[in-house]
Each structure stands twice: as C-alpha cells, then as structure tokens.
C-alpha cells in the first residue's frame, strides 16, 4: 500500500544516530540521517555550500589562523607560523615587492593555539603564559610591528607576608636616580630583572607632619602632608597653604611681608619627595640578596636607613610568570596571570598605577583581585556589563556588586555560575550568547544570561547532533552574514554547521564542509572588503602542503542564480576572460579538474606548470577547480496505519517516486543507495551541451526509485557537480508491509 509523506523542513540537520527511530520526537520530522557539504536555514531549505577560494599558499609550519578587524572594511586574517606572522587582506597576501609580510614573534608550534588576544583600535594585545605580554600594532594598512608591553606602574604580585624578609634602597631616591636594593633574604632570581620592585616605608615616624604658621624651618627639613613627604628649600615660617603637589616644588604662602600682629612673612618653598611607596625597575641582579636598579616613583628616604618588609614583586616577569589571557571591559585592559585579575586604569590601557600620587586607591586607579576560584582560567569573553571566565570545573561571571560605586577591587565579585566545566577551546559569541564547548570536548553550550534565574545558563545546543563534535573540537567560528551561521572545526579536519535563529528555535547541525583528501586546521570569520557580508577563512592541509582558502558567497534568495555564476568547486580559481584560450593554476598541477566555462562543464588536465589549454579562445567566466559532493540522506518516516495496528517502525518498505521541490538547481540525483542514483531532472539541451544547462526552479517530476523493500531504507539526495542545489520540499511515494 503507498502513501504519501511530505517533508516541508530539513532545518532539523542531520539527527544523531541514537534519534533516526525516535519518529516521536517532533525534530524527527524535520531532520535527517545524514547532511554533507549542506547547510541548513531558518527558512527550512537545505542549501548546497559554496565551493573555496584558493587564495594563498600558507606556510608549511602554519597552524592557526584569527583576525584583526580594524573596521568594517579593513580586516585582516593573520596567519600564525613557529616565530612568525603573515598577513591577508582584500583577498590577498600582504607582499612587499614581491615577498609576504612577515613580522618576527615568540611563540613557538606549541604555544601558537593558547595565544589569547583583544584588539583595541590599532592594536592587538596578546597574552601567553609562556611569554612576555605584547602588543601587535597596525602601523600602515599593509605594516605591522610586534613589541612586548612595558606597562606603567604595575601590576604586582600579592605584598611580602615575612616580617623576616625585609630590604632597603640606597643610591639617588629620587625619579630616574639608579639605586641598590639589599634583602634580608634570597628573594631575587635572574628572571626579575626587567621587572619592577615596589617598597612601602614601614612607617612614618620619623618624620613630622607639616603645620601651619610654625617658624624654625630650616632648608633641607621634611615634613609630611596628606600621605606625602616634602623637603623645605627655604627657610622660615609655614604659610597656611597646605602643600598637596605631587611633582615639582610649590610655596605654601607668599614668604612677603607681616601680618597685623608683626608676625612673618610666612611661606615656604616645598619640594615633592615621594609618598609612602616608591617603585623600582630592575635593572641587574648581583646575587639571590641584591639588585640595581632606576627609580620610577620615589622612593621613601627612611628606606636607605631603615628596612621594611613592606615590598612585592611585579607581577609579571620570567620569574614570575606571564599572562595566560587579555580582555576589555569596562574602559579597562585586563590581564589574567594564575588566579591574580589584573585591570589598567580606566581609559588608561598601559597604566597599572594602583595608588595615586597620594599612595591612596580611588576608583579609576588600577585594579589587582585574587580571584577566589578552585581551577585556572582557560578561556574568558566580556559580555555585555559581565564577563564569562571558562574553567575545567565551571564556569564563572566576574560582575560589578553596586554600579553606583564603579568599577573597583571591593566592588567585584566572582561567582560560579555552571558547575559543566569547559575545555581548552576558545569560545566565540554567537547570536547574544557564548558558545563554548564542554569540558569532555563532545558538548557544545550556549551561555546566556537569565533573569529570571539571575545567573548564566548554559543550553546544550548539539542535543539532537552529536555529530557535531565528533573528534574533539578545534575552533569555532561565527559568520553573520549573510547565513547565520555557527561553524564547528572538528578534529578530523571537517567542520559543522549550525544555523543562529533563537527565535525560530532552530536546532540543526550539518557537516556543513567536507573537503576530499584535504583537512581544515584552522578557521576565522572576518567582514568582506566591502563590510556587506562576512566570509569564512580557511587554513587547509592537503598532502602536507598548506594553504589559505576562503569559502565562497552564500546565494541571494532574492535573486535568481545565473548558471555562469556558479561556484561549487573546491581549491578553485575564477577568471574573467577575454579572448584567452589557456588559464592558470599551478597549486593544481599534474591534477585532472572541473573547469566550468560560462557555466559549461567540463574536465582538464591541468600540465606540470600549472597551465590549462581550454582549446578555444573563451570570452567571460571560467572557474577550476576540484569537486566534490553534497549529500543529504533522509530519515524513515513512521507512517500511521489505523487499520494495520498503527505503526510502521521496523516494517519493510520502499520509496517507489520521490519528487522535490528545487531553487536554482540543475544536477540532483536521487535513489536508494548511493551506488544507484537516478538524475532528477532532465537535460533540456542535448549532451553533451553546446552550451550551459538552465537552472530550475519549483517541483520536479517524481523519480522512480528502485530497488527491494526493506527495513532500513534511507532515501539519498545528492549533488556531485560544479552547481547549485537547495531543496525546499521533498515527496516521497512509500509501499510499506
């Protein structure tokens, strides 16, 4: 008996195994058992992706691809070799009469994937635990410069705890002066130097509080006003003036003239000193006990007498470590070192002065917290007035408790959100919410945050598609326009996709690109040169020779496809010809390809040089490339039978006509097995065709599929061709026992 089933929606995506009998489920009907080199859409059409871009050759060391997106129309992929950079903009390798770009950096094969990096403006700050911080700065539109960060004033690890280990300062204390500090104890290592030395007097004791109207000042005296110390360079009575400056020397009366009762004059000059701390930048080390170093903020005079345990080293150093992670929030840089959070001042990116000239903290100095969490840090993402930190055991939001009191050390707090833990991959923000994946590397979250609950959430959004992290999970990627789409680069090489549509609730996921005999390493999403879409870069590995591809343009729903216009091919080069017979592609060479010629078909072989003899002077658009196939393999209806008890799970039965519903299509088969496909729609021209197949557009005739009945059927829709195919509804005829 046949009956009739029709399938309106495929943005289900490719099901789980474990879910191709669960006909209960109401994704069920809108999936399917298996979706390659297909994506699906909000809409619920299935649409064939579009072929690559061979652009570049990559280095044969490269391993990682991120962007640096200055403004809509001037982004950059950045390609990352051991110890080096280049570049790609506008399509192209950067070159400089003739060679690439390269700019010199540190990191090595190991450290390239754990680069963390926030981009400001011109600058890309970068942070690696195994590394000084740095920045990359955009120096022209076609230069760049690398340098290690030398920030101003901080940070500094946690203050000395032994009362015991205590140092002084001797030498000239003041700005620039080069002074010796002596320790008490081994507290100095060779990777220090470099690094800056902050000492506290231990008290004050010494020396007297400035009054007003009090004679006997004599030249050279100190005196000490709101936490700062001045020296008198006159001599004679105090005026009534406080003195409050931080740099310089300033009268605290006129020095001129008596008063009514024939006291005076009264004013001294007063030179600023130092405050109770004073920051040193080491220079040298002569032993574990003893540095030399210069003088950036004074340094208390009582250190050069009297020792203080009162010091901390900097925070980052080679002894001390480096930064794993950099980010914005807030006007502010941040950095994260171990369990230290380290925050410039506001608007400020290169100071960490967390005193002000006073030695008192206020709200826009510099901020240092330890962080009260159980494991490190392996990812972070600013989002909206929080900011998501990833760790093996959970994730955290660092949030501001009061927002009338800014943003400031005692108004933080870090709070555990999830206890789903998180793996080594760095997260992407996609459609307001942070993916992330979990931390056994086959669950992929959304965190969003919920008012209702007053926390983050984190949805398991490959629920119905474990497909989708197969192999672990190497990237993400997020491309907005114009699909929306979330794409997952998996360990083998291949990568996932995932349509944005909260609203809609899509939750589909396809092996959105399979490359043939070729791997992706690395991917990134960047704005096209004209802002107007983004295209996904790709770093590709094929028989060990790397390259820099790009996938095409997504169609236009709003305007029918040209034929001529088709790019379905793979590694592929696209010309614009005029009368030429030959083009060239060398990173094809000795290869047989798929040549489309003003949307004809046809196969070359391309010579040892890279060339292709067309044969014929050719007048208008010719691209090469390599094939490769779209698949979509549908799932087996449960088809309702009242009068033969209900269900028709496990029953044998076949497909006998399948027609689909097409857009912009022209080479679609269809079948049973993937051994015996029928072409669906027919040839209008002769064929072979003088000329280019017209695409077509609506319900096709139905195809007679063939073959026994059977209990597990899985009808096949597939596409190995240079064209277009999107597939909006699918008819299927089914005789089931």
Known sequence: MGFRVFQASLNGGQLSRRLHPRSDLSIHAIGAAEMVNVITTVEGAAIKRPGTSYRAAALSTASRITEFVFNATQAYVLEWSPGKLRFVTNNALITDEGEPVEVAVPYQAEDIARVSYEQSGDVLYLAHGAHPHAALSRTGATTFSYAPLDLLGGPFADPNTDKTATVTVTGDLDPGGSVTVTASKPIFETGHVGSRFRVEAQDFSAVRAWQEGISGIVAGQQRRSEGRVYEAMTSGRTGFNQPTHDEGSEWDGDGIGLDINDQGPYGILWRYLHDRFGIIKITARASATQVTGTVERGVPRSLATTASSLWAHGLFSAAEGWPEHVFLWRGRLWWISGFILAGSVAGDYRDFNEFGPDGARDGDQAIRLRMDITDRVLWVRADRSQVMLGTARGEYAITVINPA????????????????????????????????????????????YSFSEDRYTGRWVNLYARFATSGGVREMAYQAEPEELVWVLRGDGTMAAHPINVEQQVKGFTQGLAMEDAAVLSTVSIPSPDGGRDDLWLLVDRDGERSLQQLGDWPDDDAPLAIEDSFHLDSAASFVLDGETTVSVPHLGGETVTVLVNGQQREYLV??????????????????????????????????????????????????????????????????????????????????????????????????????????HGDVIEDRSPYPLIVAGIVREIDSE
């Open 405 to 448: 009191e800014g943003v400031k050390a005692s108004n933080l707090a870090i709070t555990r959100q999830r206890k789903h833990g998180s793996a080594e991959v760095w997260p992407i923000e996609a459609g307001g919410e942070i993916f992330f994946v979990q931390r056994g590397g086959r669950k992929l979250r959304a965190a969003a």
């Open 607 to 712: 010579d040892g040089d890279g060339e292709i003899d067309l044969g014929e002077a050719v007048t208008g658009k010719v691209h090469v490339g390599r094939l490769f196939t779209a698949r979509i393999r549908l799932l087996d209806p449960d088809i309702l039978r009242p009068a033969r008890n209900g269900s028709s799970a496990g029953m044998l039965r076949k497909t006998t006509h399948m027609a689909l519903y097409v857009i912009d299509s022209v080479a679609v088969q269809v079948g049973r097995v993937v051994s015996r496909l029928a072409r669906l729609l027919p040839f209008r021209k002769a064929d072979p065709m003088p000329a280019a197949q017209p695409l077509e557009t609506g319900w096709s005739d139905p195809a007679i599929i063939g073959g026994d009945k059977a209990r597990n």
